[in-house]
């Protein structure tokens, strides 16, 4: 996956392109150009770390409709729309529909490079909680189905006791669970299980993640 952020610029008119590209090179950001929506998609992949600058208007694919297929693919880049004559309510659905901001055109330098940064540290952000996500989830799926049970309770805050009486199972071998947990979760406490309890269900809450394993 590249390292460096990327400024990916998708709009229909070329000397728009242009005018972004040089502002943001300008700023020493890195920038990718694009004059249509099925060229950007033939190229780009949400591996590469950044954000979108998408006009709302193009004619084949307008800003909103290329931003919803991306979602669905499960895209979670951030949207920034540029936008000739936005009135409240589109701004209103540009924002519904996920999109980070929206610019208008000509876009002022300093508004542009503010909102540009501010996407690429949100980047930056989604994709740690990923990698936590992913690394909690991956310790999830060692656990056995009764592990998985006995954690559920355990992050609720149940006794040894309390869930051996709701599993109707000895304290003993809720014991040799939790211990069994701990190791496969790699906790070194409770506390540690259940941050990353709330770590992973913060996440899927936050993206509708559907790869969970509790």
């Known amino acids: 996956m590249p390292t460096e952020p990327t400024v990916y610029v998708i709009d229909d008119e070329p000397d728009i392109c242009r005018v972004l590209s040089d502002i943001l090179e300008a700023a ?11 060229e950007f998609m033939l190229t780009y992949s949400p591996e590469n770390p950044g954000c979108l600058l998408l006009d709302i208007g193009m004619p084949e694919m307008n800003g909103l409709e290329l931003m919803e297929a991306l979602i669905a693919q499960g895209n ?8 000739g004559n936005a ?13 980070l901001d929206f610019i208008e055109k000509p876009p002022q330098i300093d508004l542009l490079l503010s909102c540009v940064r501010k996407a690429l540290e949100v980047d930056l952000q989604r994709r740690y909680e990923q990698l936590q996500f992913s690394d909690i989830d991956q310790r999830l799926k060692r ?7 006995v954690l559920t309770w355990i992050t609720e805050g149940k006794s040894n006791k309390m869930i051996a009486r709701i599993l109707d199972i000895s304290s003993r071998t809720v014991e040799i669970h939790r211990a069994n947990i701990l190791n496969k979760m790699q906790a070194n406490s409770v506390a540690e299980l259940v941050k990353m309890d709330l770590t992973a269900k913060e996440y899927v809450a936050t993206t509708g993640g559907e790869n969970s394993s509790h």
């Not at 009135?87 to 999109?99: D, R």
């Not at 656990?143 to 049970?149: D, G, I, N, P, V």
């Open 143 to 149: 656990l056995t189905a009764r592990e998985s049970e």
């Open 28 to 38: 020493h950001i890195k920038v990718k150009t694009y004059t249509s929506p099925r």
């Open 76 to 83: 979670r880049t951030p949207v920034i729309f540029l936008t």
């Open 87 to 99: 009135t409240i309510a589109n701004a209103v659905e540009m924002l519904k529909a996920g999109a």
